[in-house]
């Protein structure tokens, strides 16, 4: 039977490259939250050379082209899924807090703040276990913890030196969250947190304020 004129359907039109379907695209405002968390679980259980986008989309019950469509790259997603977690922009005006008086103490207490909910340890863990083997995941390190957050905190204090500075109170954090959180070596890894606060924080203090 020949169809009517008004019977056929208009054609529909092409995806341009790296754009999902209609109806992918359609799959609500919780599909980036969805995928957000779903990477965080894969890059904790897997690290980050062993997580695949793939993986991620079927955790996450998506397309994998949504992934590509809303974070790019597999170093973004990671680098998206980290900053989640320690959030710098929120941090930085938390720690400079009303001046340079307890600096050293807001910065330790905001980092182990993080490390000690498991909800944020865990993509933290992926990042600095994958940071030390894999040059993505160590680039995601340096731009979060030492660039976006504690250089941004020496810079506002107007110390000389304040990238060296920045690097020295990296060295003291970063070198605690291995110790403690994955490695875990003792009697570190169960110290009071308070107790760490009260000894690592002088130093920082003496880093980030002294001339």
Do not use: C
Request: neutral net charge; glycine residues 8%; charged residues 25%.
């Amino acid at each position: 039977m020949t169809p009517r004129t008004g019977d056929t359907a208009a054609p529909r039109p092409r995806r341009g490259p790296g754009r999902p379907r209609q109806d992918e695209a359609d799959s609500g405002p919780g599909t980036m939250e969805r995928i957000r968390l779903a990477a965080r679980s894969e890059f904790a259980a897997r690290g980050y050379d062993k997580t695949s986008l793939r993986g991620i989309a079927k955790t996450a019950g998506v397309d994998a082209s949504l992934i590509h469509h809303y974070f790019g790259s597999k170093d973004e997603l990671f680098a998206d899924t980290i900053e989640l977690s320690l959030e710098p922009a929120l941090l930085v005006p938390q720690i400079l807090g009303a001046g340079p008086d307890g600096i050293g103490e807001r910065l330790v207490r905001s980092f182990l703040g993080i490390w000690e909910n498991p909800v944020g340890r865990a993509p933290l863990l992926a990042v600095i276990r994958s940071a030390l083997t894999h040059e993505a995941a160590a680039r995601v390190l340096r731009d979060l913890v030492l660039r976006r957050l504690l250089e941004r905190v020496a810079d506002e204090l107007n110390v000389p030196d304040p990238t060296f500075r920045a690097e020295l109170a990296a060295s003291h954090l970063v070198g605690i969250a291995v110790l403690r959180y994955v490695v875990q070596v003792e009697p570190l890894a169960s110290a009071d947190p308070d107790h760490i606060i009260e000894l690592v924080a002088p130093t920082l203090q003496r880093y980030l304020t002294e001339g």
